[in-house]
């Protein structure tokens, strides 16, 4: 069991290098290296202020690093924005979900990629055709909402956080990055969550799960990085640690 910082992979899917990121005289991430196997669950832990947002928000855009190298599908990038990241195929699930609450669920998943029908001059929203795309993405993932015509108002944290993560694959990603998905979630949506998870694994999605819940990155990942006060402190495969030895490197204890 290696928990040194190993070379990055041939099969890498997103990885970055010497990236620094300081907010004023916060300096939030130094010299990070990390990269996600294709087709695999990439976790990343560490405790409050450890710099885990900021190094995905970094990889998918949100933040430009003062630093560093970003590669993704084997092309060097930084992304200026998500949309950008978004075009590429890297989706991001970020923990204040943004759907829109006067919306439907079918409305909610064609966010800013609406199915338009041409009339003669007019382009009119298609929303019958966008009603059974709905329908076709959450059976794809087996989730469970009362109607797609549904506003999602009205809908649990977890039904919420679902079509989140439907949304994001139902454009395709590549990538699907998850900041904390299930932090506010009880037990059996947790659970559906999970579920979702080990899904886009199966259809060969890559997944970044950011998660304080060590036992669910046990259950979920194929690797771990572990950050600490802006660095990243080990890499491991999840198969070889514990959640105890998780424990003593996201503290620092020996
Ligand atoms: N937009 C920002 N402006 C200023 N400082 C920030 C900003 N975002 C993060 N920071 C600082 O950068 C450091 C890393 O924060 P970050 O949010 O990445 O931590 P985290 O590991 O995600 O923590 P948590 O587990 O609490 O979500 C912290 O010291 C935080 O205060
Ligand atoms: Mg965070």
């Given amino acids: ?53 900021t190094l995905v928000r970094c990889l998918v855009g949100v933040h430009r690093p003062d630093a560093g190298a970003i590669q993704f599908d084997g092309e060097m990038h930084p992304f200026s924005n998500p949309d950008e990241a978004r075009k590429a195929g890297i989706e991001t699930v970020h923990q204040n979900l ?18 338009v029908r041409r009339v003669g001059p007019f382009a009119l929203l298609d929303r019958r055709a966008m009603d059974k795309g709905a329908v076709a993405m959450l059976s794809r993932l087996s989730i469970n909402v ?17 079509i ?6 139902g454009a395709g990603a590549k990538v699907v990055v998850m900041d904390e998905p299930t932090a506010a979630l009880g037990v059996q949506e947790t659970a559906n969550v999970e579920a979702l998870i080990r899904r886009l694994k199966e259809e060969h999605v890559s997944v970044i799960l950011v998660s304080h819940n060590f036992d669910q990155v046990l259950r979920l990942s194929d690797q771990v990085w ?28 020996h």
């Fill in 1 to 53: 069991m290696s928990e040194h910082l190993s070379e990055r992979p041939a099969d890498a899917v997103l990885s970055c290098e010497g990236l620094q990121k300081s907010f004023g005289s916060v300096r939030a991430l130094s010299d990070i290296a990390f990269w996600a196997r294709r087709g695999e669950v990439t976790a990343l832990i560490g405790d409050n202020g450890a710099g885990k947002s």
């Fill in 98 to 115: 943004s759907l829109i609450d006067e919306l439907t669920v079918a409305q909610n998943l064609y966010l800013n990629r609406e199915i």
């Fill in 226 to 253: 572990v950050m600490r006060a802006g660095r990243v402190v080990a890499s491991v495969r999840a198969a070889d640690t514990t959640g105890n030895r998780l424990v003593a490197l996201v503290t620092g204890a």
């Fill in 164 to 169: 989140s993560i439907c949304r994001a694959v």
């Fill in 146 to 162: 009362p109607s797609v015509g549904q506003r999602v108002r009205r809908l649990s944290g977890g039904q919420r956080q679902a």
